[in-house]
């Protein structure tokens, strides 16, 4: 049922950047930096790379992460939560590395 779900949402989403101004997709990007305003360390927007070149967004920014299984380097979040879990395989795509859970963390966001 997970897969139904994001299917439905990703359609949504994308009849409503079609249609609107009120949201926008950008693929084959990799996101590396979420902007914050400095007075209220809110989430302003993102930064990314495509194409070589870097981008800036500005507005809401939905992370829409996988997991982190794939990464099994010393200091992955598999190493610091669950370390007990290094050795054995994953059923998770190489592109698991948790890369969204850290730009959370690293404005202040917390993951439970």
Do not use: W
């Amino acid at each position: 049922p997970g897969m139904t779900i994001t299917y439905a949402l990703i359609q949504m989403l994308e009849k409503i950047a079609e249609r609107t101004d009120l949201a926008r997709i950008v693929t084959k990007a990799r996101a590396h930096t979420l902007l914050t305003n400095p007075d209220t360390r809110a989430c302003v927007g993102v930064v990314y790379e495509k194409g070589g070149q870097e981008f800036q967004e500005h507005g809401p920014v939905i992370l829409a992460t996988g997991g982190f299984g794939a990464d099994f380097t010393q200091d992955s979040l598999l190493a610091q939560h669950r370390p007990d879990l290094m050795h054995l395989p994953t059923t998770n795509g190489e592109h698991c590395t948790g890369d969204g859970v850290k730009m959370g963390a690293a404005i202040g966001g917390k993951s439970i």
